[in-house]
């Protein structure tokens, strides 16, 4: 799963009917330390999270998996917020 | 789902029967902003899309999942028409 | 779908069961005026389409989807031939 | 399947229910030789992989392959623990 | 499907049990000279591919489709060993 920040949200009117009523965040990869960097794009958010959190991002087919998103035409669902990232037994990134 | 703009349309003749009838648009990977850069691709458009829309685009396998494009051959389709994108409370692009 | 050139061909006398009589055919990635670079790959061709043919190659499991390509262990497929690409009024390609 | 480095590990509260009780690591592509370089990812653990270990990774939806991980919404998964890499019949790698 | 290089092999003892006794060889993208670069990755092996073969690989959901690797957790099989490619008319790779 790709590590990402969330950045904003968009907005669509006319779209697929399957994607009524989702919760459309716009998302940018993030190292381990939480600095966003790169093509930022849309994912579905499942897990009620806020801008500003880094989340875990899974994409592709995966992205159809989750229980709010059976059979779906997406290909990216945010299935966690994280709380804090650790390497070397040191925090590189915590929830604030 | 790839942040993308409509830049132009193809003609195909022979092609899969399955792809018959379909409206095949050219877009082009966008910021958040609304500037495309990068490689151009093709991808079917379910949601009238037109030349100069920010778009949706959902690619590989959950591109078979939109009411209008089951099992076909098809890797990319535009799922959406983007009205806005809001990034910080202040909006990043608004459809014209 | 990726507009790539077809440049090349491939013989391969070992190889899967279910691809032995396919044919194998070289294609580069191409902008929309045909020019192709990047890194040439191989897919299989459904559509007749010759050396010199600007085409539309799918991409991962939707290679699987076209009439001549079910369960196949591939994962490129020609799907169309370009006739031409327009962008903004005015064609970027036109197959000569 | 990529060769990665388990770098690190992730802890999320808030995630899809299907994910829960699972073992998150952050892992970074490496090369023959070990050496990680390149954006870190988060790949569920089924092998009891741990920091330091080079190990494989299936990717997308083949991730949901192994008998841990059927159905689950991830797309990135460690199925092994890499003990040597041989090159030319010299070793690059070897598990210390 | 890509052409790469057979650069090496690789032993994991410690893997999902459905890799028991594959054969995982190291692979490496080249170009349509056989010159190979690029991220080295590893691929099942179903051909008999031996190294300095330039081979095809078929990468993600479709590489659980050949013969031998139905419903395996793996995203990359060796479907051919490729004899020659061809462009323009010309040889670019013989095997020798």
Chains 1, 2, 3, 4, 5 share one sequence.
Do not use: C, W
Request: glycine share 10%; net charge neutral; proline share 2%.
């Amino acid at each position: 799963m790709r590590i990402a920040l969330v950045i904003g949200s968009t907005v669509s009117t006319i779209k697929d009917e399957m994607l009524q009523g989702r919760k459309l965040l716009i998302v940018q990869p993030a190292d381990t330390k939480g600095n966003a960097k790169g093509e930022a794009y849309v994912a579905v958010d499942t897990v009620s999270a806020g801008k500003g959190d880094l989340v875990l991002v899974t994409e592709y087919s995966s992205a159809r998996y989750t229980g709010f998103t059976k059979n779906l035409p997406i290909d990216a669902v945010i299935v966690g917020v994280i709380d804090s990232l650790e390497e070397g037994g040191k925090y590189t990134y915590q929830k604030s």
